[in-house]
């Protein structure tokens, strides 16, 4: 049994930086993509609509942020890839201080 996340994020709205973002995103990084299936997460999408990202994952029954957080913070690749997608990101309005992706609710299943 799987299960499904929802998640939002803000890109910074200037174009060559969006145009950039996605640039990366034809190419991500090896590691990046070992950890992410590392971690739990099965399939995961990122989609954007003007400079507001939604990422959509699915993942294992093993899965938990608490441990994705736990093996990113231990993973030197994990936090450059961090740092150089923060470049183009910014928090949403009411995220928490140093929160970048905002779990979202679902509201609506047919």
Excluded at 19 to 48: D, F, T
Excluded at 51 to 64: P, W
Excluded at 74 to 102: D, G, H, I, R, S
Aim: charged share 30%; glycine share 0%; aromatic share 12%.
């Amino acid at each position: 049994m799987s299960k499904k996340y929802c998640l939002a994020l803000d890109l910074k709205d200037e174009a060559e930086l969006i145009a950039a973002y996605e640039e990366h995103h034809k190419n991500v990084w090896p590691e990046i993509i070992a950890s992410i299936k590392s971690s739990g997460i099965i399939a995961l999408e990122i989609y954007r609509i003007a400079n507001r990202l939604f990422m959509i994952m699915e993942t294992n029954d093993d899965f938990s942020f608490e441990k994705k957080s736990q093996l990113d913070a231990a993973n030197e690749k994990v936090n450059e890839w961090e740092t150089l997608m923060w470049q183009y990101q910014q928090a949403l309005p009411f995220a928490k201080p140093n929160e970048k992706w905002v779990l979202m609710d679902k509201i609506f299943e047919l």
